[in-house]
């Protein structure tokens, strides 16, 4: 069966340090993979999209990775601040879902930036 | 420029009774999405509409549900003889279609059914 796996539910991490998140799925033909950021009772922010046939992509302190050979994605947030704690979700569209817009996420990795 | 906007933010609804959750999408959007959230739980898809289409209803219970996204107005998810098991939050998104992948939310309506 399909499934999208996160790494550990909450990662704690120092201010200033990388924060790395983890993307694994199985039984996919992704054809993107995006991250949103989620904060308690809103809804998810977009974030980045990255495309089967694109291996890595930037924005400002955040970078992703593509690895359909692993069947990864690494979402980078360099320089971290507390502002950027959340939890982050990612979420994988393939093409077997038919219109290729239906988005299936993972549960999500809290990420808390001590100060 | 407005994003996505849902209403009611809150609603409650008694065991029975209908629940209509109103979803305006980013100006210049044309492609709707509806997923909920259980509480413990992930984001989960329900449906896919265009203007006066439903695309992709896959994740749809197959009784109670419904939606629309008509001509003229928002798109309407409407639950008919809410259970217990329906309190969620539910978020539309949104995105301009074309080649455009990218879908942007809206703060959701949280139902609570007692």
């Known amino acids: 069966s399909q499934k999208i796996e996160q790494n550990s539910e909450a990662l704690n991490i120092q201010e200033g340090k990388t924060a790395t998140l983890t993307c694994n799925y199985t039984?996919?033909?992704?054809?993107?993979l995006q991250w949103y950021r989620q904060d308690p009772g809103r809804g998810p922010v977009f974030l980045l999209l990255i495309r089967e046939n694109e291996k890595e992509k930037r924005k400002e302190r955040l970078k992703v990775t593509f690895d359909t050979t692993l069947k990864q994605s690494l979402f980078h947030i360099t320089a971290s601040q507390p502002a950027d704690s959340a939890t982050y979700l990612c979420a994988l569209a393939s093409i077997s879902s038919g219109s290729a817009r239906q988005l299936t996420f993972g549960s999500g990795t809290q990420l808390t930036v001590l100060p | 420029n407005a994003g996505v906007m849902q209403n009611p933010r809150h609603l409650v609804r008694r065991r029975g009774q209908e629940a209509r959750l109103r979803c305006s999408p980013m100006k210049g959007h044309s492609h709707v999405y509806w997923y909920r959230q259980l509480p413990e739980e992930g984001l989960k898809f329900m449906v896919y509409?265009?203007?006066?289409?439903?695309?992709?209803e896959s994740g749809m219970p197959k009784e109670r549900f419904s939606a629309e996204f008509p001509k003229e107005g928002p798109s309407i998810l409407r639950i008919q003889q809410v259970v217990r098991g329906d309190s969620a939050a539910y978020f539309c998104?949104?995105?301009?279609?074309?080649?455009?992948?990218?879908?942007?939310f809206g703060p959701g309506t949280r139902l609570t059914v007692t």
């Open positions: 039984n996919y033909s992704p054809a993107y």
């Open positions: 998104a949104s995105s301009s279609g074309g080649l455009s992948y990218e879908q942007y």
């Open positions: 509409l265009q203007k006066e289409n439903i695309i992709d």
